[in-house]
């Protein structure tokens, strides 16, 4: 079973930016960013396949980029321009299934890091 650890979540104005970064155990065919506000459905945000398609959440506009740091075994999402709207629990979540969105595809989960854009 793939450990995945998430931090860098935090408070920030809007327009800010964060980098959230997940420790990975092992990577897998699909790594990916999900998030959940309070009484909304897990979205995905964005994903990165084993030969390093990225697939991005309609919201994130340009505004967010998966990556991966091989050297430290992380997968990163720097996120820029930040909106209230983007308030929510975000995880790292991996894959053996095909690379995409959908949570189902994803059978691990790290615990989360809560990210908040307020002013």
């Known amino acids: 079973q793939v450990h995945l650890v998430e931090s860098g979540g935090g408070s920030v104005q809007p327009g800010g930016s964060l980098t959230l970064s997940c420790a990975v155990s092992a990577y897998t065919r699909c790594m990916g960013w999900f998030r959940q506000a309070p009484g909304k459905d897990r979205e995905g945000v964005a994903s990165m396949s084993s030969g390093g398609s990225t697939y991005y959440g309609e919201f994130v506009r340009g505004r967010f980029s998966i990556s991966k740091d091989n050297s430290k075994n992380t997968l990163v999402l720097r996120m820029s321009s930040l909106k209230p709207e983007d308030t929510a629990m975000y995880y790292c979540?991996?894959?053996?299934?095909?690379?995409?969105?959908?949570?189902?595809?994803?059978?691990?989960w790290g615990q989360g890091t809560q990210v908040t854009v307020e002013s």
């Open positions: 979540a991996a894959g053996v299934r095909s690379c995409g969105l959908n949570s189902r595809d994803f059978n691990a």
